[in-house]
């Protein structure tokens, strides 16, 4: 396999999806279990689109664990990466959904959520060889609520500032994840100050910035090279390089939103590095990447689960194609 040109570092889990909606937590009577966690989503999407990468992540010594390493191995993400932890368990999320299909993350079944594998990731254990061949390095903030994942964190981000990487964060917030979420926005805006892209949702650009406009929070950081802002059916917007802009979002049959904001960051990051990070300066090019994008996250809307519903390049292509702006 050649060396991952995307390096995704954080949490692999399973989403356990409530089979009965609009119920609360204690009503659900049976559960169905997703592989997921936005950096794996991310990895397993760039390998779908044809971009070799690779996993950073920990897992339990156990069932879940093996599995969901399996699947990374099967879809050709590179493991090489992935550390085990003997005792603590793999991460499983469980998921209610409202009538709609609208997902609420509901706790974490029978343990603490400073329990699991995913918080014991250990910095010295990183594999520098990797960050020595990347391009990109794509990270999340849940790692920042535990001590020894937001050290990992922190020396993946010397490794990528030694190496020349460049780094997108997906804010990605999940306060269920944090035992004290009041101190995740300083612990985020410290962070954004040493990536160079940032993907949020609407709610959360307004939550860390207090606006959804790319431009003024490109504007406040004054170190970043892009803001992209998605907010589901109503589009995106974004500032890359000199550009700003707005784009609808495409109408299609929704089945599933799981994943829909790691294939557009999947689908980014392999456009940016198809193009190259020149292409930033060329409007024209800008909007064709962040529609690549839109269409990648789309596409993974039309079916369930976040990984296997990922498209193929040809599959983005052909409904481009078929989707004229």
């Not at 010594?61 to 191995?73: F, I, K, N, S, T």
């Not at 990797?130 to 050290?151: H, I, K, R, W």
């Not at 040493?194 to 790319?214: G, M, Y």
């Not at 040809?314 to 989707?323: G, Q």
């Amino acid at each position: 396999m050649s060396n991952p040109r995307v390096l995704c570092l954080g949490e692999v889990l399973f989403d356990r999806l409530a089979d009965q909606l609009g119920r609360k937590l204690e009503e659900v009577e049976s559960w169905t279990a997703y592989p997921g966690g936005a950096p794996a989503n991310v990895a397993c999407a760039l390998v779908k689109l044809g971009t070799p990468t690779g996993f950073i992540g920990c897992v339990g010594e156990d069932a879940p664990g093996h599995e969901l390493v399996d699947l990374l191995q099967e879809v050709g993400v590179d493991i090489t990466g992935v550390q085990r932890h003997p005792t603590a368990p793999t991460r499983q999320v469980n998921v209610v959904r409202s009538l709609e299909g609208d997902r609420t993350f509901a706790g974490f079944k029978d343990y603490d959520t400073t329990e699991f594998a995913d918080t014991r990731l250990k910095a010295d254990k990183l594999p520098k060889e990797l960050f020595e061949a990347a391009d990109f390095l794509v990270l999340g903030t849940l790692e920042l609520a535990y001590p020894e994942s937001e050290q990992a964190i922190h020396h993946a981000l010397e490794l990528a500032e030694i190496y020349d990487i460049k780094v997108l964060m997906d804010v990605n917030w999940r306060p269920v994840f944090w035992k004290n979420p009041d101190i995740a926005p300083q612990k985020i805006q410290k962070l954004l100050k040493r990536v160079d892209f940032i993907k949020l949702s609407k709610e959360e650009a307004e939550w860390l910035f207090d606006t959804a406009d790319p431009g003024a929070i490109t504007y406040r950081l004054d170190s970043v090279e892009g803001v992209l802002v998605t907010d589901g059916e109503h589009g995106c917007a974004y500032c890359l390089g000199e550009n700003e802009g707005k784009l609808p979002a495409f109408s299609v049959p929704v089945v599933d939103t799981t994943g829909a904001g790691d294939s557009f960051v999947a689908g980014f990051i392999h456009q940016l590095l198809t193009h190259g990070i020149h292409s930033l300066n060329d409007s024209e090019i800008v909007r064709k990447i962040v529609r690549y994008a839109s269409a990648s996250g789309a596409l993974t809307t039309m079916k369930a689960g976040a990984i296997a519903s990922q498209p193929t390049a040809d599959e983005v292509e052909a409904f481009l194609v078929s989707h004229p702006v």
